[in-house]
């Protein structure tokens, strides 16, 4: 039986049809429905029947094309069509100043390419959260006596793609700060590596406070432009500037009566910190524009990956908003330090894949196990995880073997025996095609910078062809 999705539809608009291919892959982990299509005009149309909760929309659709103009002029009649449409831009890399301009139009927010998958749900998650707030805020404007603000309190957080899992003494210690903290509005500073969980500790915050059936917003503040950073967590009213066509929530209002979750807060510039303070201290927002302040009941989980020393640098953070955003500081241990938590964590992750992925369950030999239990897993719980999805995709026989998981020590097994002048460290005796054809491709797409063009021409391959092959290997 599968598992419902937490959006109904995607519309994705570009004239390449290997990144339609390629996003519609991607955005099925998030939505029912994801339609395609490499016509502007006929995306109108299916803005006007079937108003998705997500519009990715290509910035130039002309060949040679890099100022987006094409791209603003769809935008605009996008919008105008619907006023409160989420449209996420996609830019070519390097084009972010055509991005700044098109969320100063109204966009939503912007990915480059070529994306991360990672980024790029991330950023679709949070425009269909935001779209589903503006909605229920407009619900709550437009007369119908207060539906539209109980409504959105009914907002359930999308399921965390995994439990907070851990039974160590390192996680013990998080659960109990998290069992005694959630049911207060304190406000909690989340510290830790990349890939340690920070977010799951956030939305197992939310789900254990008194704020569960409002709505929880995330914004990466490492992946805000200066130049939007009012806009984006304070709002705007038509006219504002130019371009401004309608009114905009903010974040910080949209999350009202929920939890705001201020992911990379370490990242936020130095100047641009006391405006952050000074809304968490007077809990109101004045949009851009505006001449009235709007009163907010939000609730602030920060993150970073900054240390606790790095923090304390009065030259890199101020203490003032230090102090409001750590009432409260959980400190997640790196895998490294909570190791007998790993088998727990590959049996749920291999779990889930194998079901993912219609696979057979494969034994883990005690060995194999031993091996994974003793590596330092640099990437933390997210390496594991995507070794567990490697593993569970590439495995051939009836056991997992520790050539199935992409570790250091095992590199000499996944790397291609090619001609001898391009073997260079690769491992002798292993002739494993899938093994070679991953590696290979890996190499390819680095020495051309992710360029996928350059890269698919010198494998003698389309590039449809590529991103496929990239897809199966999660490249």
Not at 233 to 251: C, I, N, W, Y
């Amino acid at each position: 039986m599968q598992r419902a999705k937490p959006y109904e539809l995607c519309l994705v608009i570009d004239d390449d049809e290997d990144i339609l291919f390629a996003a519609s892959l991607v955005m099925r982990q998030l939505f029912a429905d994801v339609a395609t299509t490499t016509s502007p005009q006929d995306g109108l149309e299916t803005i006007r029947s079937r108003a998705p909760d997500v519009i990715l929309l290509d910035a130039n659709f002309a060949r040679g094309a890099t100022d987006g103009a094409e791209g603003f002029a769809w935008l605009g009649k996008m919008l105008a069509l619907d006023p409160d449409a989420a449209i996420v831009l996609i830019t070519a890399h390097g084009g972010v100043q055509v991005a700044v301009e098109a969320m100063k139009r109204g966009a939503t927010d912007f990915v480059t390419k070529p994306w991360s998958n990672e980024r790029l749900l991330a950023t679709v998650r949070t425009a269909a959260a935001l779209r589903r707030s503006r909605r229920e805020t407009a619900g709550e404007t437009g007369g119908e006596a207060g539906t539209g603000k109980a409504k959105a309190r009914a907002i359930a957080t999308p399921a965390p793609s995994s439990p907070l899992l851990g039974s160590s003494p390192a996680m013990a210690r998080v659960h109990s700060l998290i069992e005694r903290a959630a049911p207060t509005d304190a406000n909690v500073l989340i510290l830790g590596e990349n890939g340690t969980g920070k977010e799951l500790v956030a939305r197992e915050l939310h789900r254990q406070s008194r704020r569960a059936g409002g709505i929880m917003l995330s914004v990466d503040l490492g992946a805000v432009a200066e130049s939007l950073f009012d806009s984006e967590l304070f709002g705007h009213v038509k006219g504002a500037f130019t371009d401004a066509r309608g009114d905009r929530v903010g974040r910080l209002q949209a999350a009202d009566g929920g939890t705001l979750f201020l992911d990379e807060v370490g990242n936020l510039p130095l100047h641009l910190q006391p405006k952050l303070l000074t809304a968490l201290e007077q809990r109101h927002v004045t949009p851009v524009g505006a001449n009235r302040a709007v009163p907010i009941d939000v609730r602030i989980i920060s993150a970073t990956n900054l240390s606790a020393e790095q923090l304390s640098d009065e030259a890199r953070f101020r203490q003032d908003l230090l102090f409001r955003l750590n009432t409260v500081e959980i400190m997640l241990p790196p895998l490294r330090e909570r190791r007998e938590d790993i088998p727990l964590l590959l049996a749920h992750f291999l779990h889930d894949y194998a079901r993912k992925y219609d696979k057979p369950a494969r034994a883990i030999p005690a060995a194999v196990m031993a091996e994974l239990v003793a590596y330092d897993w640099p990437g933390n719980v997210r390496a594991l995880r995507h070794a567990a999805e490697r593993a569970v995709i590439l495995a051939e026989g009836p056991a997992l073997t520790i050539a199935d998981f992409p570790l250091p020590r095992a590199a000499s097994v996944d790397k291609p025996r090619l001609a001898p002048a391009a073997s260079a460290g690769i491992g002798d005796g292993d002739l494993n095609l899938e093994r070679a054809e991953r590696d290979l491709i890996e190499r390819a797409l680095k020495k051309h910078g992710y360029n996928i063009s350059n890269a698919a021409a010198e494998l003698g391959l389309t590039r449809g062809t590529l991103y496929r092959r990239m897809e199966k290997y999660a490249l």
